[in-house]
Each structure stands twice: as C-alpha cells, then as structure tokens.
C-alpha cells in the first residue's frame, strides 16, 4: 500500500509559479511511476506529467509543455511539479499518483493504483 501527501497548492496570479510536492510511503519499493494529474471543476481528470521512477524518464503533457517539470528525489521519496508561467486555465484539484504495474504508457490514468488527496492551484488573472 503506497500512501501519498500533496503539498504546496495555493492561489497565484497569472505568470507566477508554484511548485507542488508529493510525499510517498508505503510500498515504494514497488512503485513503476507517477503522475501528476488535476481536475478543473465540471471537466474529466487529466495527465499533467508522469515520470519512471527508476529512470527519469518524463512525460508532459502538451498543454504544460515548457512551463512545467516533473522530478523526483529518490532519497526523500518525493515528486515535485515545478509550474513556472501559471495561467487562469491551470486551475484545478492536483492530484499526485503511482502505479505498481510494470510497461504500458505513464500517462493513461486508469493505470494509476494510489492516488493522493489533491491540493487546489487557483491561479487569478
């Protein structure tokens, strides 16, 4: 069982930055990957960023490309968002994930297995 804690949320304007972190307990040892996903009110949940944990490897979404970075710090077990040039329509509930499962693409959500409790990102224009 792998529990995970978002932190960092908050209300921004337009342009700013923030940077949300994930911390993981639990099961890590069994994690394949994790995501960063976020869900505006009356619309589907939505891959932001996925990362391979052993590798590094990263996925962003096209509409975050070039304004957000997905990392990792394997010593603390913790994933990071850095959101740098935040708009009006990058507010939603983010929400940090991992899945167990090993293949597949990192940014299919039903692949997810653990899923944290989300922390809003309102961001004013």
């Known amino acids: 069982q792998v529990q995970l804690v978002e932190s960092g949320g908050g209300l921004v304007q337009a342009g700013g930055s923030l940077r949300l972190s994930c911390a993981a307990s639990?099961?890590?040892?069994?994690?394949?990957?994790m995501g960063w996903f976020r869900q505006a009110p009356g619309k589907e949940r939505e891959v932001v960023a996925a990362?391979?944990?052993?590798?590094?490897?990263?996925y962003h979404a096209d509409s975050v490309k070039g304004r957000f970075t997905i990392s990792r710090d394997n010593a603390k077990n913790t994933l990071y968002l850095q959101m740098n040039s935040l708009k009006p329509e990058d507010t939603a509930v983010y929400y940090c994930?991992?899945?167990?499962?090993?293949?597949?693409?990192?940014?299919?959500?039903?692949?997810?297995?653990?899923w944290g409790q989300g922390t809003q990102v309102t961001v004013s224009s």
């Open positions: 994930a991992a899945r167990v499962h090993v293949g597949g693409s990192l940014h299919i959500l039903n692949d997810y297995d653990y």
């Open positions: 639990g099961g890590t040892s069994s994690r394949y990957g």
């Open positions: 990362i391979r944990w052993s590798t590094g490897a990263t």
